[in-house]
């Protein structure tokens, strides 16, 4: 889907995140905004300038769609935790600025939470100076498995899984895990948003 590109505003909408676990498996995501106007998601509405809703999602994966700046998130793995919120209009399409959707994330720890569980398996990869180190790989699993693939990067950017629909962010120096439950069968590209190439492949059979 086409997202709305606000180039053209002088100042346009600014979304930061803060994400607080509470000790007990739950998180409070936290929302400053400018310059937009949230109203009910639900049901959907025509674009109107201005106004919009978020859409906030945990690992890459969308949870929820909201027009509060409070979200409570409850029942998450302990561990650490990719939260993130983008801007949508009313009609569920992001918006956009120089060519990116306006949004933030942020990583909270999570404890007194559910027993993360663990992997069926584990891949890595690592971009640096603009390629995939050793080249891009095919990872190979099977339908029901739980696969951890981490990507360890000298930029920062997005990683896109295709079909499964998953988006999580790459911050230079450091390693970001997508956790991917194997429902999809097929032949899958994750692409680097901001670059433009594919970082890995994932087939589930
Ligand atoms: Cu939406």
Do not use: C, W
């Not at 990507?151 to 997005?158: A, C, L, R, W």
């Amino acid at each position: 889907m086409e997202g709305i590109a606000l180039d053209g505003l002088d100042h346009p909408p600014t979304v930061e995140v803060a994400a607080e676990s509470d000790g007990a498996g739950n998180v409070v995501v936290a929302v400053t905004l400018t310059g937009i106007e949230l109203v009910p998601a639900d049901p959907p509405g025509d674009h109107q300038p201005g106004q919009g809703h978020l859409h906030i999602s945990v690992d890459g994966e969308t949870v929820a769609m909201t027009s509060h700046a409070v979200h409570y998130l409850t029942g998450l793995a302990d561990g650490h935790h990719e939260v993130a919120v983008r801007l949508s209009a009313n009609d569920h399409r992001d918006y956009l600025f120089g060519g990116s959707p306006i949004g933030d994330s942020t990583m909270v720890m999570v404890t007194g939470g559910t027993v993360p569980k663990a992997p069926d398996l584990v891949f890595a990869v690592e971009v640096s100076d603009g390629t995939v180190v050793g080249g891009v790989q095919r990872f190979e699993a099977m339908v029901g498995d739980l696969i951890e693939i981490s990507v360890t990067s000298d930029v920062d950017d997005e990683v896109h899984l295709h079909a499964y629909d998953m988006t999580v962010h790459l911050h230079a120096g450091s390693t970001t895990t997508l956790l991917v439950e194997g429902t999809i069968p097929g032949v899958f590209e994750a692409e680097l948003h901001g670059a433009g190439y594919r970082v890995f492949e994932l087939q589930v059979s």
